[in-house]
């Protein structure tokens, strides 16, 4: 048979002894941590992530090969709704801001630029609003809040006094969101007062003037609302708990973050802070 095969004897006997090759054994290993990440990331991870999430455990792959053995395992990011950007309703007589971040969404420290913005999320007992405001630096929602109305005091109000807990800001900081009247009116201008804030705002109509912002709003959206059905706002509420503080901050690897974490990037810039 090994003649006319025109293989060893050999080779044939090795075979017999180890009947899986050493690569094809990497392979079927690496494939097992894939099929993990891809479970753990609730199958929103697509190949890039994954590579990077491989490395951070000590597992280095080329993101080609970890696309390649996707593809043959049919593993695939979830599908995604296409997400429609919705603009603010700015029809109101309150005094409107300078657009004083005019699209440079870098930051070098932490609390040097915020933006925020509020979305509406469907369940079957109504809306829910959702506000968040991030901190451009490491791209970390650091204050949030779900209503049922689109009151100041329950959404924009109540993700600022969320926010201002969680880092405290001693520093020049421009605060920028779009027009809408939870912005805009006085009730939320007040909060700013005694803090060395300067409110800045998007051109009317014109949602890429706070992109990091909407950027946020189609992750949680095409990668946990669209895959959910809400019946109740407390089970909107609890998703979206769990989305931003446990997965979104410190799991979720942001490409603009060069695959850290928000968690993971913010430690780089306090440690670098420290010792500069």
């Not at 001693?170 to 007062?193: P, W």
């Amino acid at each position: 048979m090994c003649k006319v095969l025109k293989v060893s004897t050999s080779g044939y006997y090795y075979w017999l002894k180890y009947p899986v090759s050493l690569r094809a054994k990497k392979q079927k290993d690496l494939l097992v941590e894939i099929k993990k990440i891809y479970d753990d990331s609730k199958r929103c991870y697509g190949s890039p992530r994954i590579t990077a999430e491989l490395k951070s455990i000590g597992i280095f792959s080329s993101r080609p090969r970890v696309a390649r053995l996707m593809r043959k395992a049919n593993i695939r990011s979830v599908i995604r709704k296409s997400y429609r950007v919705q603009t603010t309703d700015s029809a109101h007589t309150y005094a409107v801001a300078e657009n004083l971040l005019n699209r440079d969404f870098s930051a070098d420290r932490i609390g040097q630029k915020w933006v925020s913005d509020l979305t509406y999320i469907q369940t079957d007992e109504g809306w829910l609003y959702l506000t968040t405001v991030i901190d451009l630096a490491d791209r970390k929602v650091i204050g949030w809040a779900t209503s049922e109305t689109m009151n100041a005091g329950q959404t924009s109000v109540a993700a600022w006094q969320m926010a201002i807990k969680n880092r405290t800001v001693t520093n020049k900081l421009i605060f920028h969101s779009d027009r809408g009247i939870q912005y805009a009116c006085e009730e939320f201008r007040n909060q700013l007062k005694g803090f060395p804030v300067s409110q800045s705002m998007s051109r009317k109509g014109n949602c890429w003037d706070n992109a990091v912002a909407e950027s946020f709003f189609k992750s949680i959206k095409t990668e946990m609302v669209y895959q959910m059905c809400f019946k109740t706002r407390a089970q909107a509420k609890l998703a979206i708990f769990e989305y931003i503080e446990i997965w979104y901050n410190k799991k979720r690897r942001h490409s603009a973050l060069g695959y850290l974490t928000p968690t993971e990037f913010e430690l780089l810039l306090v440690n670098t802070e420290i010792t500069a």
